[in-house]
């Protein structure tokens, strides 16, 4: 986030308060996370989520 950002809040039926950028547009995110050089695939993606879902079934 930078100064000037706008904000949204939402609060759900149990409680928990989310607080989200508002309106941004994807572009102006990048560069906000560091990518560490490394790239992952979708192959590489849909693998680690059926790694995941076999551990935890």
Excluded: Y
């Amino acid at each position: 986030m930078r100064r000037g950002d706008q904000l949204t809040w939402t609060v759900d039926e149990k409680g928990v308060v989310t607080v989200a950028l508002a309106k941004t547009d994807l572009n102006e995110l990048k560069g906000r996370i560091p990518s560490h050089g490394k790239s992952v695939s979708i192959e590489d993606m849909e693998q680690a989520i059926r790694d995941g879902a076999a551990k935890s079934g």
